[in-house]
């Protein structure tokens, strides 16, 4: 399932929330690095998730994957 912009910034904010409780403080490396480093994981799993799916669709017949990452059947 492909996600916007704001479902992706919901989906960080909600992984903050889940795992702010193993965050360690580290001498040296900010609160908002990890809150950035978990914000990029997130945004690279989705990408992978969306060319998983785009190589899924485009090895199905009478289907077509333009460049934007909209399917058209026929």
Not at 12 to 39: M, N, Q, S
Not at 50 to 74: C, E, Y
């Amino acid at each position: 399932q492909r996600l916007g912009e704001d479902d992706l910034a919901q989906e960080v904010f909600l992984k903050v929330l889940d795992r702010i409780d193993g965050y360690r403080v580290v001498p040296g490396i900010p609160f908002d690095h990890w809150v950035a480093r978990l914000a990029v994981r997130t945004c690279l799993d989705q990408l992978r998730a969306d060319a998983v799916l785009q190589r899924k669709l485009a090895s199905l017949p009478n289907v077509t994957v333009i460049k934007s990452g909209r399917t058209v059947l026929g």
